[in-house]
């Protein structure tokens, strides 16, 4: 199964490449990996995207919370939670495809961020099968490059009873 | 006052009690020696290879319980430490491994003798730091000795740039550390515990398997209570030798590859295993979905990581061995002792008769030594006081099986990374601690010759440790298996030309001594106790003995050869790996 973990951890360097190596060293693979600053500079967080057994898993999120600098992994799996990546993507489309490719960003709620004669370059954020659904439309309009992010996902509040 | 970098870091090293540090100088790291030329309270002893360096700090911490400290130069210097910290991580030991680094400015810039080494360590190591404020560097320390010695003990690498241990700064040794992402949890859970001691006061078939843990733990005295209170037999893995007296009653000794017939009997055929600060390491477990069928485990570790990474646990305890034993025996106590006594009395019938009918055994021969007659009679000599360090392979499981051991860290082995070259050096670390202890290292001809020249650091430090080389001219554990799985294609086992290690232990200015027939043992025991110095005792051992029993890698592990039987004949067992 497809597991969205949160880890919590110190602002240091070097951190990334531990919780990297960790993954590499034990033979587990990262889908995706995202990593920016918390509100406290000091502490950052990772969202990374892992695929295994649940008896992997429950080892990956004790090795990862084993690492010192680590201060603490959630795994969002079974818990309600939202989930965004953004992909910015540069389409090229022949003259009488260019009011259909506004029209479906503008279908996607994307946003033009760039523009050049032959090119529209659009941002577009949400979960992975809408990033998906848009890349698949796009490309017959073709699609000179594009790149994703990694996923960042936050635990849903619970609403109080 | 500022004081330098350097002074900065011995300071620190005296205020974490630290006495002896194992080295070796080089450039970036003389400004750290010229401070130490003044540090009487800290000796330094000058190894003749990294290596040996940090298998010493390691033998010292393993034989004392304190934190063993290596100090060695950048690049060159610093790689050849990741074989030691990498040994050290395996067995979770504690040591502090202080390497120099180019200075700040030119880290990156592909300087003379400059290596990564915080990237090169960091996945064999506990954790590790790149000093890059000369104000950090007191702090760094205290929290490198936290680290390595608490939780899981392990290796700690400090890499320390030229500019920093040069430069000056104030010296302030922090009274506390606040690292709010590592607290290990050393206190059971008491509910789970209460849970584990319904289970064995009903238990018919029980067996408690002890590791290293125990040992680490200083759990000795609470397994033992346990052991005894419950009439549990104990089965200690290699790592765990020592943590349960051999000769006790309860005792089954080592399980596994290389275990007793009985113990792995005991753990096949119990209904509970007792696991405690053991991690169910493939040489344990053999296959593993045929390893303790009809048993329910309880796994005691401080290491939420060794739960359930190999075997199923029906119930998890994350805690300190030692903590979670004696929260055990208070519950126990309560209970009805005779309850037990009674269920318990066929199970201690069954294993007797496991132990009568195959105990460890060789045969004795007039004209040829037998490595195992070696080691009872080093075990007779010495009355089973001393401290007793291995190679890796046959020499290993010989010392193992053989050697009767009665207390903690008194068997320093290298057990998860199974390091050719550990014992020597850590017999010399052992020995720093413990100058008035007879040290033994028990080698093979293939082993002690990948450090030898720690010699030179034995004669000139007056460490008088005795090595007894297993010689049998071959790399005997890869020729056990060679012979029983690849058809006897000795393919590059054969060491040919061995040194003539008497003359090369005169050459050092140590002793040499050779035994070449089962009368010859004895007396050069006896010499080789009798002397003051270092010893090397050449041992002519028959070459073609193996290690019995032997459980092939990747069969259920009650499925053991023995010397008895035809080996090649059975096909079922080359199918194996």
């Known amino acids: 199964m497809r597991h969205t973990i949160s880890i919590l951890v110190e602002n240091k360097f070097g951190v990334l490449s531990r919780v990297a190596g960790l993954f590499s060293g034990r033979g587990y693979n990262i889908e995706s990996i995202s990593v920016g600053e918390t509100l406290d500079p000091k502490i950052s967080v990772m969202t990374i995207v892992t695929k295994g057994e649940e008896a992997i898993v429950e080892q990956i999120t004790k090795q990862l919370n084993k690492l010192i600098d680590v201060i603490k992994v959630q795994d969002l799996f079974e818990i309600d939670h939202v989930e965004r990546e953004m992909v910015l993507i540069k389409v090229a489309p022949p003259q009488q495809l260019k009011a259909e490719a506004l029209r479906l960003a503008e279908i996607f709620r994307g946003r033009v961020v760039d523009s050049s004669q032959k090119t529209y370059t659009i941002e577009i954020t949400g979960d992975e099968k809408k990033i998906e659904a848009f890349v698949e439309l796009m490309k017959p309009m073709g699609v000179k490059e594009f790149v994703r992010s990694g996923k960042i996902a936050i635990a849903r509040e619970k609403a109080k009873q | 006052m500022k004081i330098t970098g350097s002074q900065i870091i011995v300071e620190s090293l005296k205020k974490e009690g630290v006495k002896h540090i194992f080295g070796y100088p080089g450039g970036v790291v003389l400004n750290i020696f010229d401070a130490l030329y003044d540090a009487k309270d800290i000796q330094l002893i000058l190894t003749r290879h990294e290596q040996g360096a940090t298998h010493m700090a390691d033998g010292y911490a393993r034989s004392t319980g304190k934190v063993g400290v290596a100090l060695v130069t950048s690049g060159p210097g610093a790689t050849n430490t990741v074989t030691g910290i990498a040994t050290a991580a395996m067995d979770s030991i504690p040591i502090v491994v202080l390497t120099g680094q180019v200075p700040t400015m030119l880290i990156g810039n592909d300087a003379f003798q400059e290596a990564d080494i915080v990237g090169i360590t960091r996945p064999c190591c506990k954790y590790n730091y790149l000093v890059k404020d000369i104000n950090d560097l007191a702090y760094t320390i205290k929290e490198a000795f936290h680290i390595a010695s608490s939780g899981r003990p392990g290796p700690v690498v400090i890499d320390l740039p030229k500019d920093i241990s040069a430069g000056t700064g104030k010296f302030h040794w922090p009274d506390k550390l606040n690292i709010r992402s590592y607290n290990p949890t050393l206190e059971g859970n008491r509910w789970m515990i209460e849970k584990a001691a319904e289970k064995i006061s009903r238990s018919k078939k029980p067996v408690i398997i002890a590791g290293g843990g125990v040992i680490l733990s200083g759990a000795s005295d609470e397994l033992r209570i346990f052991a005894e209170h419950t009439d549990i037999p104990v089965t200690t893995t290699l790592m765990g030798i020592g943590a349960f007296p051999t000769e006790h009653h309860l005792s089954l000794g080592m399980p596994g590859m290389h275990g007793t017939y009985y113990a792995n009997m005991a753990i096949q055929e119990s209904d509970l295993l007792i696991a405690v600060g053991m991690r169910f390491d493939d040489r344990v477990t053999g296959k593993l979905d045929a390893f303790a069928p009809n048993a329910e485990i309880i796994h005691i570790d401080i290491d939420p990581t060794s739960i359930r990474k190999n075997v199923d ?265």
Do not use: C
């Open chain 2, 313 to 577: 646990v029906d119930i998890p305890i994350v805690g300190d061995s030692t903590k979670v034993l004696f929260t055990l025996n208070q519950i126990l106590k309560d209970k009805d002792k005779p309850q037990w006594d009674e269920v318990r009395k066929a199970w201690i019938k069954q294993l007797d008769e496991w132990k009568k009918a195959r105990p460890l055994s060789y045969r004795f021969e007039e004209n040829i030594i037998k490595p195992q007659y070696v080691i009872e009679k080093l075990y007779e000599a010495t009355g089973g006081d001393a401290i007793i360090t291995t190679e890796v392979g046959q020499n290993q499981m010989w010392a193992a099986q053989f050697f009767k051991f009665k207390k903690p860290r008194t068997f320093l082995t290298s057990g998860g990374l199974g390091t050719m070259g550990y014992g020597f050096p850590a017999a010399l670390g052992a020995q720093v601690a413990f100058p008035d202890k007879t040290v033994i290292d028990i080698a093979g001809d293939g082993s002690i010759q990948m450090n030898i020249q720690e010699l030179a650091t034995a004669v000139i430090y007056s460490l008088p440790v005795k090595v007894a080389i297993l010689n049998n001219h071959y790399l005997g554990m890869v020729r056990q298996w060679q012979e029983l799985f690849f058809n006897e294609r000795y393919s590059h086992s054969y060491l040919n030309e061995v040194p003539n290690f008497v003359k090369l232990a005169e050459a050092y200015g140590a002793v040499g001594l050779r035994a070449e027939k089962p009368s010859d043992v004895e007396p050069v025991i006896r010499e080789a106790l009798s002397v003051r110095k270092p010893v090397f005792m050449d041992f002519v051992i028959d070459w073609k003995e193996k290690v019995y029993p032997m459980v092939p890698a990747g069969a259920p592990i009650d499925q053991m050869l023995f010397d008895e039987q035809p080996k090649k004949e059975d096909k079922k067992l080359k199918a194996v790996k």
